[in-house]
């Protein structure tokens, strides 16, 4: 006990320091502390990762880049945004990890992303180590033109980091489809180079594969599948909500519909629609994918749909939540409600969607909860076999590779499964995430010497 305690004292120690090189990152700072508190007993059980001082070094980014994006709108006025990418732990493979573009992104926010990521790419057994990048700019409202001219800035800068044997970047929120075009674009054009495997999630007729635009969201509902077997129950005719309408949310939806499951409500930043019947996906597609449109249109192409401006889905009575939009987007007063209402699992579509309080409020209730980097591991895991078809020149069928991406899903509910009971926390997914991914680094980190 004393050696755990004094453990313990130390992670807190090293928490403090980091918030101390890293002022002002509040959701970094979140990301590391959920992280430290799982490793107490690994320090105790591996006193080398200890000695090694493992935990500083993976706090530490080994590269932040951060550059001037230059850009002119239709009207000849001229923007300047700032671009990121924080190359956060390669000790187990290439930097893998998406590109966001959103007004709310700064080195804080790209900072805690990254650090997840370290341990969700871990998780997939995959040879893919962790990294983040994006800017503050808001692709909403934008012209195709004003999108491009600003992603060929953004790729200008940003070409030289990247490689498929170095930094190989991925969509995230505002980097779909479009956005990646552009960017691939950009980068083939200063290479001179059809480096296929140096961005994920391209388009099928260049390099892209199938599932992948559906591999978040399919994902998460595999993980969500096993966290039910283990209880032995199943999506079938559960009520579900699933917050947001991007392409997270609208996989999620697609796949829990296919396993028999009824999903009723969805939202969008500016509120939530809720359909009894069950939500016509096809209508947020067309809203969503074709016409980016608001979430609000939806009850026009539906009367018995309700539209709630400003709405809280997380009020809404279900079984299965899934948190599908962004950050922090259930506190511990949604919790309560979730469970108080008879929610029986919860897996997390978004990265770190759940405040600290919520995350407690689910433990202490002892339903079935997912944390994000295990629950979305499913997107940069297919982001992995797109570059294995990308290194071969080869093209896999839709059936095989949502095959593979079920098994990496069984596969990481397993591995998180297993480890929490290794460490006396059977059932807790949070702490089997935190302690799988970290060992394993941990362990490559070591091998490697001092860098």
């Known amino acids: 006990m004393g050696a755990g ?24 700072h979140q990301a590391v502390r959920e992280v430290l508190e799982s490793l107490g007993q690994v320090l105790a059980k591996h006193p080398e990762f200890a000695e090694q001082k493992i935990i500083e070094r993976i706090c530490e980014p080994e590269r932040q880049i951060i550059w001037r994006v230059p850009w002119q709108d239709d009207r000849g006025e001229v923007h300047i945004n700032r671009g990121f990418r924080v190359e956060f732990n390669s000790a187990i493979g290439v930097y893998k990890g998406g590109l966001r573009f959103h007004p709310s992104v700064y080195l804080g926010i790209i900072k805690f992303l990254g650090f997840e990521q370290i341990f969700k790419n871990a998780l997939t057994g995959m040879p893919i180590g962790g990294a983040k990048g994006g800017s503050d700019f808001d692709p909403k409202g934008k012209s195709d033109n004003e999108v491009m001219r600003f992603c060929q800035s953004f790729m200008t800068e940003l070409y030289r980091h990247l490689g498929e044997y170095r930094d190989v970047p991925a969509g995230d929120i505002g980097v779909g489809g479009r956005e990646l075009g552009y960017l691939f674009g950009q980068y083939k054009r200063i290479t001179n180079k059809y480096e296929s495997a140096v961005l994920t999630g391209k388009g099928i007729g260049w390099g892209g594969s199938l599932v992948r635009t559906e591999a978040t969201g399919y994902g998460a509902v595999y993980f969500v599948r096993e966290m039910l077997k283990v209880r032995k129950d199943t999506l079938e005719g559960k009520r579900c909500v699933v917050s947001g309408s991007g392409n997270v949310a609208i996989y999620t939806i697609e796949k829990l519909q296919q396993l028999g499951a ?4 969805c939202s969008d930043s500016n509120g939530v629609v809720l359909h009894e019947k069950g939500i016509d996906l096809q209508t947020v597609k067309r809203l969503k994918e074709v016409e980016r449109r608001r979430i609000s249109e939806y009850a026009s192409a539906h009367r018995d749909a309700k539209y709630i401006p400003e709405g809280n889905i997380w009020d809404i009575p279900c079984q299965v939540a899934m948190p599908s939009a962004t950050q922090n987007e259930i506190n511990g007063r949604d919790a309560k409600t979730l469970v108080k209402n008879g929610c029986l699992a919860v897996a997390e579509g978004a990265n770190m969607p759940t405040t600290p309080e919520g995350v407690r409020v689910f433990q202490e209730a002892k339903i079935a909860y997912g944390p994000g980097k295990a629950a979305n591991a499913g997107g940069v895991a297919t982001s992995a076999l797109e570059m294995q078809q990308n290194a071969s020149r080869d093209s896999w069928s839709f059936e095989f590779t949502e095959k593979k991406l079920d098994g990496i899903m069984s596969y990481i509910h397993q591995t998180t499964w297993e480890t929490a009971a290794e460490y006396g926390a059977t059932g807790n997914y949070v702490a089997g995430a935190n302690i799988a991914g970290f060992i394993k680094v941990a362990r490559a980190m070591v091998a490697l010497g001092l860098v």
């Open 5 to 28: 305690l004094a453990f313990d004292e130390r992670i807190e120690t090293i928490f403090q320091q980091v918030r101390a090189r890293n002022p002002g990152e509040d959701e970094f």
């Open 262 to 265: 009824r999903v009723i409500a």
